[in-house]
């Protein structure tokens, strides 16, 4: 195993196993290992290996030794002479297994713990004194010349004063030499290795799941990338292309247990971390996202299938969540209450929970999970989240962010799969809370804590009285836009007083959009994210044609020449719609913009309070009276006016309704309510002086009040404190 290039460990190794999985080579296997351990304060070594068969890896007990015979005392008359006392290395109970299994290595832990403490200090352990490549090389130069072990290591110390081997390893590599073996792959300094000039060599190899083809999307488990054991995947699609990008595995229950049990296990040790190291990670994490948005937006351009405008505009969104969870010092302050009784003061804090997990969707790869895991991780939980299937890129991105950014392991995991993996999330009894986005809700697992935004639809009412071309152009950008595939996304457009003087210009609008492929520079509209959205899609536009609706613009029929496989669907503009269809029913995935007609605005305002999923609603007008008479009667919670969607930044509280959003969200003090709770303390000390010899305790004269006018009557005689105890009412005290 590689054990080059680690010179020191964590503040806090906690002696994790490695997580399990499948590895393409036997070496692959025993460097994850290897790599993992050393984050975590021990040495492996091989114990029994049959080549093509089985490895069994121990724990080399992070070099601490014990003495075989006991001490002897060097004042007695006994210790006539310096004797060297023996030693042996201590048994550790750790041990995995990797065993071949058709064409692939599985890892698994058969006794995950261990019986010391870990290793502070690398250089301490044996490991550390083997040779670089380099040297092995010069030992064989010099004894083919005739050197003997003792020269060999005074010449090598000229090159190297830090040096630690001892005569016996050079003995042991001459052995090496001398069967024919040359490598060095156990040899290796835990030291990096520099160059001529002094500068630190960099690995530029990518890991091996990306070298694979198609690769194969790993699990983020204990800060490793490890492949998961389960032999079903699903293929990622570029929709554009067609072209399977990666293969997603489907997480084995195991798998997603030692996620979880790495969550539960960095959880004690984060919550302690200082706010101010919490905030430096998050903002080290805003940094590099800010650095790497450019693939962060093709990854997802090429994954959903959005232009790379609307991959920017969603990253940046994220991104914006990242900086907010930046202020976690001030947004987890709780209260003080001083004195609120006689040496008694209150307070209360905001502590985090545990283990949380998130849920994703596919519509929006990286800003979902941006709003979930910083705050989260901000707080002091951990989390473990599960990225939409068919877009796993992003957050993979977002986790190796992580790990550049000085996250410690076990902080954030990453499993894939469907609706196993979420049943496995809602029955966890160690995952407190979750949160939820998707079309449809889940079962909520006893005593568990979940945060659900489900399928949304928003409501546009367009009055007479509106500005033509900038109503145009809000319901144009925000009712095409992803392809339709946003949960901010204007579903239905309320026409008061008729839509007969909008219906051509917003045609003419709409056909201007530019149909491409959604990497493309020029792309004004991507296509549908997968084939089954383009089938959905097409089934409820003409069931709304066959139950009586207007096709105002059609664009099944569009053709992108350079994509002539892509899942393409032009702007679509139904109108003459009615809430019984289908359409007006159920969630559209594409770019189709439902109209509707009201003779009045109360009529209007009746559509949107009468929607069960109405998530946000917009009206556009020029008349003040209007817009507040919409404000007011409106039975939801996210009201725009002049806006298209009234989307907050995330330093302000989010607000669902109906079914479409649970009690908390993501945005504001509400995010970090969700992710914390309320923890109070009354105390009280006996020291502070303020404890009498009896209860209740004599009460301070009060100060007479100056009279003006030669008055001898004081109005606040009424106010007047009794002076003795007798005269006192009787208190309750609560101690």
Request: hydrophobic content about 35%; overall charge neutral.
């Amino acid at each position: 195993m590689d054990l080059e290039g680690y010179n020191g460990l964590p503040e806090r190794p906690q002696m994790l196993p490695p997580p399990p999985g499948g590895f393409m080579d036997r070496e692959e296997l025993i460097q994850h290992v290897g790599d993992f351990a050393l984050t975590q304060g021990y040495v492996v070594t091989i114990k029994q290996s049959k080549k093509d068969k089985v490895v069994v890896l121990g724990c080399d007990r992070g070099g601490v030794y014990r003495n075989r015979r006991k001490p002897i005392d060097e004042t007695s008359a006994e210790h006539s002479r310096n004797r060297k006392t023996g030693s042996r290395l201590t048994n550790c109970p750790f041990e995995c297994v990797g065993k071949k299994d058709d064409d692939m290595w599985v890892l698994t832990i058969k006794n995950g713990s261990h019986n010391h403490e870990p290793l502070k200090d690398l250089t301490e352990h044996p490991s550390a004194r083997r040779f670089t490549e380099t040297e092995v090389l010069s030992i064989k130069e010099m004894t083919e010349a005739g050197l003997k072990p003792r020269q060999i290591l005074k010449r090598l110390r000229q090159n190297n004063p830090e040096l630690l081997s001892t005569p016996k390893h050079v003995y042991n590599v001459k052995a090496k030499l001398r069967q024919g073996n040359v490598t060095v792959r156990r040899l290796k300094t835990m030291k990096p290795q520099t160059t001529v000039s002094g500068n630190t060599l960099a690995t530029t190899n990518e890991p091996s799941w990306r070298q694979r083809y198609p690769p194969r999307v790993p699990n983020f488990i204990g800060g490793r990338f490890v492949d998961s054991r389960s032999s079903t995947s699903i293929d990622v699609i570029n929709p554009a292309t067609q072209q399977v990008i990666s293969q997603v595995p489907l997480t084995t229950v195991e798998e997603f247990k030692a996620a979880v049990f790495a969550a539960k296990k960095a959880f004690p040790p984060w919550r302690n971390t200082l706010v101010s190291i919490r905030q430096r990670l998050i903002f080290k994490l805003s940094e590099l996202i800010r650095r790497d948005i450019a693939k962060l937006a093709t990854t997802i351009a090429n994954e959903q299938g959005k232009t790379l405008k609307d991959a920017y505009m969603e990253v940046y969104r994220g991104l914006e969540a990242v900086e907010h969870a930046c202020g976690i010092g001030s947004l987890q302050m709780g209260e003080f209450s001083p004195n609120i009784s006689y040496g008694v003061d209150t307070y209360s804090t905001r502590e985090p929970l545990g283990v949380c997990a998130g849920i994703c969707p596919s519509n929006f790869p990286a800003m979902i999970p941006l709003l979930m895991f910083p705050v989260a991780i901000a707080c002091g939980n951990t989390f473990v989240l599960k990225p939409s299937e068919n877009v796993p890129g992003a957050a993979i991105i977002l986790a190796e962010l992580a790990v550049e950014a000085g996250l410690p392991s076990g902080v954030l995991n990453i499993i894939h799969g469907t609706n196993e993996i979420m049943n496995s999330i809602r029955d966890e009894d160690d995952i407190k809370i979750t949160s939820f986005v998707g079309p449809n809700m889940v079962r909520l697992a006893n005593g568990q804590h979940i945060q659900p935004h489900m399928r949304t639809k928003n409501i546009a009412i367009v009055m007479p009285d509106a500005s033509m071309d900038a109503t145009l152009n809000a319901l144009v950008a925000f009712g095409f836009g992803a392809g339709g595939s946003r949960c901010f996304l204007i579903s239905i457009v309320v026409f008061v007083g008729g839509s007969s003087k909008w219906e051509d210009k917003l045609v003419e609008y709409a056909k201007s959009l530019l149909v491409n492929g959604g990497s493309e520079q020029d792309a004004a509209l991507g296509p549908v994210s997968s084939k089954n959205a383009k089938e959905h899609t097409f089934r409820l536009i003409q069931n709304a044609i066959d139950s009586g609706a207007k096709l105002a613009l059609d664009g099944r029929n569009v053709m992108v020449t350079k994509y002539s496989m892509g899942n393409f669907l032009g702007p679509t503009i139904l109108s003459d719609i009615r809430t019984d269809m289908a359409c007006y029913k159920e969630e559209i995935l594409g770019p189709v913009l439902l109209c509707m007609e009201a003779d009045s605005l109360e009529e209007a305002i009746n559509v949107v309070n009468k929607d069960k999923y109405a998530n946000g609603a917009s009206i556009f007008t020029s008349s003040g009276a209007a817009a507040r008479k919409f404000q007011s009667e409106t039975d939801i919670e996210q009201v725009g006016i002049n806006v298209p969607l009234p989307a907050p930044l995330p330093f302000v509280s989010f607000s669902g309704s109906k079914t479409s959003s649970g009690d908390l969200n993501f945005h504001g003090k509400a995010g970090v309510q969700f992710y914390t709770r309320v923890r109070t303390v009354t105390q009280q000390w006996k020291d502070a002086g303020y404890f009498f010899d009896s209860y209740p305790p004599p009460m301070p004269m009060p100060m007479p009040m100056p009279i003006s006018d030669g008055s001898e009557q004081n109005h606040h005689e009424s106010l007047m404190v009794p002076t003795t105890s007798d005269d006192l009412p009787m208190q309750q005290a609560s101690f």
